[in-house]
């Protein structure tokens, strides 16, 4: 059975553009030791949730592209010194 026209150079750049994304979600969890980031391929996004113990459910975070996700995790990081600085609230 042959494959269609394209079908192979088209597999093969998908191939490549997730190796490109898994790169970069690595270079993310070396940038942001906080934080696990993985690439989904099948939603053509990254993922990335907060390490620490007990962490909040918000900090999931989704974004479709590296620059973004990096500016998430920095805006989650620095709400989470925000709250660290306020200390408990009352009940």
Do not use: F
């Amino acid at each position: 059975m042959r494959r269609a026209p394209g079908t192979e150079s088209q597999a093969s750049s998908e191939t490549s553009v997730d190796a490109g994304c898994w790169r970069e979600a690595a270079r993310l969890r070396r940038e942001h030791r906080g934080w696990i980031v993985v690439w989904l391929a099948r939603e053509n996004c990254y993922r990335a949730y907060r390490r620490m113990p007990g962490a909040r459910r918000d900090s999931a975070l989704s974004a479709p592209t590296a620059s973004d996700m990096a500016k998430q995790i920095t805006q989650a990081d620095k709400a989470a010194a925000r709250r660290a600085r306020r200390g408990p609230h009352p009940a």
